[in-house]
């Protein structure tokens, strides 16, 4: 190869033009947004397939109709803001499979739809599209219809479901344990053979695929650390106060959301602090904000409320954390 | 950082975050130093640094030989020109560097015996440089010589080196850190010089040091150059010059980072080296500091790199300051069809530029040509807050925000997140998965911060 060919060739008759720009000259090829959401996905696939074995039908019904409902929104709403086509990065995609996976089977097909616009419209899009929301769109959606359809929400709802094995269609064990004092076996509700939402029940399927998320560093470590923590610590004193010895514990760590939550739903990075000392205060009020809710609320389960509310804390977190540059004296 | 430790040294042999992108040295790491023939003129811009411009002192039409000075440094932050060639001064024109500065510049026409710079190369690896004896130079004549040679600092910035080493009673000098990171990407130059004439750098070291009375003196090498950290060692034996091997990672250079990996101190932010009791300065710089007071020379060469997958045949060169860049880039074959960036520098911090009539100065470190593949893609999409520039910032600074700041034209925003701290190592804009041109943003940010604060 040498400098006198001709335009015509040149291999791969690339543009021969010479431009300038700014420094830096190189970027990381292997970063990308889309390749951070895709990662998602695979983080989240050893949940999706224990749910489709475990609830079948009403798994598949659940996150088809809402990561449809998701791409349709976007679409949508922000050809109504008169902006480019955004479908391509696949943040909703990712939001409607998260909002999918935390619905209970029978929800009805309208509740998972209504979630989904009113996650990626009020969640979202109204904030400026990926990157501007404050607030976790799949957690808004499913807050919404939570209050809405209380009912279809509910703690009944998860046991609604007809056809399958007992065990996925009794109470759910955080209800059951709240309500009625009885609790599930570790191993069931280790390996997911319990009722739930369809993608929380299974806490190894969870924390394989956040496993592999950390891995790729999309999704920090210190916010499940610090989340699961801070809820083994306020579950322990809870425990040895009452005298369960070790399977009050246990039992909170695996039962309900809270691996799903650690995981997937709180490590957005969109709505969580930006540096290592906030992410770890975010991840202990969080585990603080689950506890309260789950011990001294109505509601059995306490991940979404309190995710919603630290990420209302998330811009508060970030002024308080502002690191110090190097080389800045201490204040005299 | 953590586990690597400094054996012999205070600091830890790295520094907090940083990024590491590929080294690419591989195209350019074992090509020995090529001569360049003598150019037929040669452009030497009046000033080449930071400072004031130096004063002609020769007229159009005078014959002048070489290392005759050609322009007199006059103020304290100012360096003296000399001429590489033999030959006839000509009329000044005007050039544009590739660092956006039009400047006016002096030209010499070659005439009349030359004197072979491949001897001035060999000169440099193969004269046996003094050890010991520097008790016999007094340090204010060592800084007057170096000012008189007009030696600026070789690694890029080209600051007036007699003003760095000039002795100071309010700030003493402990350490003196001698720079062979070589952290940019493609750049091989410093590697070259370190394996190929190693004693002349201990030589200037020992010289400087005696300058600016330094206890310590340190060559700061990183661990992906085990040939030139071996050479330097024995080149260094039986002195009191140490050899420090640094963690390879991108900044290692910055003088800032190379203080804190080395020395374990930090750098007052708005501060220098000096107020933490360091001097810093580049193997090249002090190779051209020995090359002055033992032989006599002043600055009119120099070792760039011209590399890259964009040029046919990337080379280590010997130059003199003032030949074109495109005299450069024809000696090593041309752009290959698929060039797309010409930078002078390298790929992190370099400037990219596209007239290549601009002469070497004495800030070129090199070349890198890249192609349309390796080059940045131009779309940015929206910032999803990951954080990767905040575990990526040299600094600990939070580009991000600062970049909002920028975009929004939020001054105050910019100063509460100490945007002058950044000293522009492009590591955030490397990393950032949405593409995003932080440090333009951050530029930008820092001239509206300056604005605002002079309305």
Redesign the interface.
């Given at each position: 190869?040498?400098?006198?060919?001709s335009?015509d060739?040149?291999?791969?008759r690339?543009?021969?033009?010479?431009?300038?720009?700014?420094?830096?000259?190189?970027?990381?090829n292997r970063?990308?947004?889309r390749?951070?959401m895709v990662d998602v996905i695979l983080g989240l696939s050893p949940a999706i397939i224990v749910s489709l074995y475990l609830f079948q039908f009403y798994a598949l019904k659940q996150i088809l109709v809402c990561v449809v409902a998701c791409l349709a929104a976007e679409y949508l709403f922000v050809r109504m803001r008169g902006n480019a086509f955004t479908l391509k990065?696949c943040s909703a995609m990712v939001t409607g499979i998260i909002l999918g996976l935390s619905m209970p089977g029978s929800a009805p097909w309208f509740v998972g739809a209504l979630a989904s616009f009113v996650g990626i419209g009020i969640g979202k899009i109204v904030f400026g599209?990926?990157?501007?929301n404050i607030f976790n769109p799949a957690m808004v959606g499913r807050a919404f219809v939570m209050i809405a359809f209380a009912q279809l929400m509910g703690a009944g709802a998860y046991e609604n479901v007809t056809g399958l094995v007992d065990a996925v269609s009794g109470a759910t064990p955080l209800s059951a344990l709240k309500f009625n004092g009885v609790e599930t076996g570790i191993a069931p509700l280790f390996l997911g053979v319990t009722n739930g939402s369809v993608g929380e029940v299974s806490a190894l399927a969870c924390i394989l695929g956040g496993l592999y998320l950390i891995y790729r560093?999309t999704a920090?470590w210190q916010i499940p650390a610090s989340i699961l923590i801070t809820v083994a610590l306020i579950a322990g004193i809870t425990d040895l106060a009452g005298g369960y010895q070790g399977l009050f514990l246990l039992h909170h760590l695996f039962a309900g959301a809270l691996m799903f939550g650690a995981f997937f739903i709180a490590t957005d990075?969109?709505t969580?602090p930006?540096?290592s000392k906030g992410k770890m205060i975010f991840g202990v009020g969080t585990g603080c904000l689950i506890m309260v809710i789950r011990l001294f609320s109505g509601y059995p389960e306490g991940v979404m409320f309190a995710v919603l509310i630290m990420n209302a804390m998330t811009p508060l977190i970030n002024s308080w954390t502002?690191?110090?540059?190097?080389?800045?004296?201490k204040e005299a | 950082m953590g586990l690597f430790k400094l054996k012999g040294f205070p600091g830890t042999g790295s520094f907090p975050h940083g990024v590491h992108p590929p080294d690419n040295k591989a195209l350019s790491a074992n090509m020995a130093v090529e001569v360049m023939p003598t150019p037929r003129t040669v452009t030497l811009p009046l000033l080449q640094h930071l400072g004031v411009p130096c004063k002609q002192i020769v007229k159009s039409g005078e014959m002048v030989s070489y290392g005759q000075m050609v322009g007199k440094g006059e103020a304290f932050v100012s360096a003296s020109l000399h001429a590489p060639i033999a030959g006839k001064v000509k009329r000044n024109t005007m050039v544009n560097l590739p660092n956006g500065r039009r400047l006016e510049a002096l030209t010499i026409e070659a005439d009349g015996e030359q004197l072979p710079p491949e001897r001035i190369w060999e000169d440099v690896k193969f004269t046996q440089w003094p050890k010991d004896g520097f008790s016999d130079y007094a340090p204010m004549d060592i800084v007057k010589k170096i000012q008189e040679s007009g030696i600026v600092g070789l690694g890029g910035a080209a600051f007036p080196t007699h003003v760095k080493v000039m002795p100071n009673d309010t700030r003493v000098i402990d350490t003196l850190v001698i720079n062979g990171c070589e952290c940019e990407p493609y750049l091989s130059c410093d590697y070259r010089l370190m394996v190929e004439a190693p004693d002349v750098i201990v030589t200037g070291a020992l010289l400087t040091a005696r300058a600016v009375s330094a206890r310590e003196i340190v060559v700061c090498v990183e661990d992906n150059k085990p040939e030139a950290i071996a050479r330097l060692e024995q080149a260094a034996q039986n002195t009191v010059v140490q050899i420090a091997v640094v963690k390879t990672k991108y900044p290692q250079g910055s003088e800032k980072q190379l203080v804190r990996a080395v020395v374990g101190l930090d750098i007052p932010l708005g501060g220098l080296p000096a107020d933490a009791g360091v001097a810093v300065s580049n193997v090249q710089t002090i190779a051209t500091v020995a090359r002055s007071i033992v032989k006599d020379i002043p600055l009119t060469h120099r070792v760039i790199t011209v590399s890259g997958r964009g040029i046919c045949n990337p080379k280590n060169i010997f130059v003199p300051i003032g030949i074109s860049l495109a005299e450069v880039v024809d000696f090593c074959g041309g752009l290959t069809p698929d060039a797309a960036r010409i930078i002078s520098g390298g790929p992190m911090m370099g400037f990219s530029f596209s007239d290549l009539s601009a002469p070497v100065t004495k800030g070129t470190s090199g070349l890198t040509i890249l192609t349309h593949d390796e080059v940045r893609k131009a779309e940015e999409t929206n910032c999803v807050r990951c954080g990767r520039c905040v575990d990526a910032c040299p600094m600990n600074l939070v580009p991000t925000k600062l970049g909002l700041a920028a975009r929004y034209k939020n001054p105050e925003l910019a100063a509460q997140y100490h945007i002058r701290a950044c000293v522009e190592c492009g590591s955030c804009s490397y990393v950032c998965p949405a593409k995003l041109n932080l440090v333009q943003l951050i530029r930008e940010g820092k001239a509206q911060l300056n604005a605002w604060e002079r309305r």
């Open positions: 190869m040498n400098s006198a060919m335009f060739d040149r291999p791969g690339k543009p021969p033009f010479i431009s300038v720009a700014g420094s830096p000259h190189i970027s990381d970063a990308g947004t390749r951070m990065d599209g990926v990157g501007m560093k920090s990075p969109v969580s930006l540096t502002i690191p110090k540059p190097m080389g800045q004296q | -």
